[in-house]
């Protein structure tokens, strides 16, 4: 079954308190993404991954890192996380799909607060 | 030129209507449209997709409509019910962008029984 794993699902962390959220994708894509969604502001793509070692910014990449050190993860680290980081954050795969030849397949979702 | 734009931000049709939502594109490259549905918890899905080949797609109750000259597309919701509340996004997608989709910025669609 094609799946992306995100972990974890819920988070409540301090200001400053370092902190990585995985994302594992088992459909050998090439291209993976990690996007944050707020009220009223859709989807917002923070870094994006054409393929291993190679990572780029998205629209809102400010306070992130990212990493691709395999095909199939894409670990998305707050270094430094800060309260206006509290979001709802997505990991997609993107790649061919069974009905289409490009199909982008999202994790369940991280929730995560920063008090 | 890379933007989709989205209309409207948020939806509320009665039980059995119909839902329309709509998305305008500048970059005339793009060459795949899909659209995704969102329900609240969940990762976004993909729910149907066209090519500029066509002007329309229909699968079951939802049907795109594709108008290449006037670079929109829309999503029809046909009879809609409850169940079709969530959010809904389109995007697109052109040749030689290594599966990279451009995204609306949603439709919250709200169906009161």
């Known amino acids: 079954e094609a799946q992306v794993t995100q972990n974890p699902r819920y988070l409540i962390t301090v200001t400053g308190k370092k902190l990585t959220v995985t994302c594992s994708q088992n459909?050998?894509?090439?291209?993976m993404s990690w996007y944050r969604q707020d009220p009223g502001l859709g989807l917002r793509q923070i870094y994006y991954?054409?393929?291993?070692?190679?990572?780029d910014k998205g629209d809102v990449p400010e306070g992130y890192k990212v990493s691709r050190k395999e095909k199939r993860n894409f670990p998305l680290i707050l270094e430094s996380p800060s309260p206006n980081q509290t979001s709802l954050y997505f990991c997609?795969?993107?790649?061919?799909?069974?009905?289409?030849?490009?199909?982008?397949?999202f994790g369940q979702g991280t929730r995560l607060t920063v008090v | 030129q890379q933007q989709v734009k989205q209309s409207p931000q948020s939806l509320i049709v009665q039980k059995g209507g119909i839902s329309i939502i709509n998305c305008a594109y500048e970059?005339?490259?793009?060459?795949?449209f899909p659209w995704y549905q969102q329900f609240p918890g969940k990762g976004p899905a993909l729910l149907i997709a066209i090519r500029p080949d066509v002007s329309e797609k229909k699968e079951g109750r939802f049907t795109i409509s594709f108008n290449k000259s006037a670079k929109q597309f829309s999503l029809h919701i046909m009879d809609s019910q409850p169940g079709d509340s969530a959010t809904y996004f389109c995007?697109?997608?052109?040749?030689?962008?290594?599966?990279?989709?451009?995204w609306g910025a949603g439709t919250k669609l709200i169906i009161k029984p």
């Open positions: 997609a795969s993107t790649g061919q799909g069974p009905l289409t030849n490009t199909e982008a397949f």
């Open positions: 995007a697109a997608s052109k040749p030689g962008s290594n599966y990279q989709l451009i």
């Open positions: 970059n005339t490259a793009f060459d795949y």
């Open positions: 459909m050998n894509h090439e291209y």
């Open positions: 991954s054409m393929n291993v070692e190679v990572t």
